[in-house]
């Protein structure tokens, strides 16, 4: 058994361990705060929306400074330089929980990776989400392959010091032009060997990307902490599939080219025991979504009872 191997097994058992600690144990469905972008509502109204299409588990969108549509409503993103308490006593409101936040950054700017992402994961902290979400970010022209690896080596061995301490993890996502291929997700949630750096599955943006999702979810299943149920519809495969490393959002979980049942059965078969955050565009698609996943995990749940 060679020592990258060792590793691997020891990361994985670890998150799974980690996760248990956090109260998740069993798979849960939880959304992505950009389900209401397109009505162009705040942070607290779409809070409220979730909980009424009764998702438990939301994934909120944090962002530096001050930002004038969130200010004025009009947008969900939440700033970190409010007070990470308000925003718990929001969800706290409206009994919902938060399974990680959304604050993707370039891991290869790390002037501005670094303080951001070690801000998110203090705010994760104070929240009780356990996992901050990012991909490697759009890569600089003026980096070569090797150096774009050295540096975001350095930005996320400085961020996970902090992660570590506070016991959040990092979870890359596939969704740029290194982690649209498995190999370049693994690579990149290899660069440090911390129990803190882990995965966040995307299925749509693997599609997209190129890849098979099956395979690849198959392949980082023992890394997952959290994981994007995004869909995608025939017509914007037919459009992009092959053409681009992702997308914000997909449609309605059932209605795209995604199997869910046989997603759900890797997982299950992983042991995975985290939340599946939708990713789509509309309300109305968050809650076919749920409705969608539900069925599926109840009749996954049946059929193992009956064994």
């Not at 109204?45 to 004025?72: C, D, K, Q, T, W």
């Not at 501005?112 to 996992?131: H, Q």
């Not at 090797?146 to 596939?174: H, N, W």
Request: one cysteine or more; glycine letters at 8%; charged letters at 20%.
């Amino acid at each position: 058994m060679n020592d990258e191997f060792q590793w691997t097994q020891y990361i994985g058992a670890k998150a799974r361990h980690s996760r248990r600690d956090w109260g998740y144990t069993v798979m849960q469905i939880g959304i992505n705060m950009e389900f209401v972008r397109s009505e162009d509502k705040s942070f607290e109204a779409g809070i409220e929306r979730a909980a009424n299409l009764g998702y438990r588990f939301v994934e909120p969108m944090v962002h530096n400074g001050r930002e004038l549509l969130s200010e004025a409503g009009y947008f969900h993103s939440y700033s970190m330089d409010n007070d990470p308490l308000e925003m718990k006593d929001i969800l706290d409101r409206y009994n919902v929980r938060a399974s990680g936040l959304s604050a993707h950054s370039p891991l290869m700017r790390p002037e501005i990776s670094v303080p951001y992402l070690e801000k998110a994961v203090r705010f994760a902290a104070a929240l009780g989400a356990p996992a901050v979400n990012t991909d490697e970010g759009i890569r600089p022209t003026w980096l070569s392959d090797e150096e774009c690896f050295q540096v975001m080596r350095y930005t996320l061995k400085k961020v996970l010091q902090i992660a570590e301490r506070y016991g959040v993890y990092i979870a890359i996502e596939p969704h740029q032009s290194i982690t649209k291929t498995t190999e370049g997700l693994l690579r990149v949630a290899g660069l440090v060997q911390s129990p803190m750096l882990q995965i966040n599955y995307d299925t749509g943006n693997a599609y997209l990307g190129g890849s098979d999702p099956y395979e690849g979810l198959q392949a980082v299943a023992g890394r997952l902490v959290h994981l994007h149920a995004k869909d995608i519809s025939l017509a914007q495969s037919d459009l992009e599939k092959g053409k681009v490393t992702g997308t914000p959002v997909g449609c309605a979980c059932g209605e795209g080219v995604i199997n869910w049942t046989r997603v759900v059965s890797i997982l299950q078969n992983a042991g995975y025991d985290g939340v599946l955050s939708v990713e789509c565009g509309t309300p109305e698609q968050a809650a076919s979504s749920l409705q969608h996943l539900t069925g599926i995990l109840a009749a996954r749940s049946h059929a193992t009872a009956r064994r």
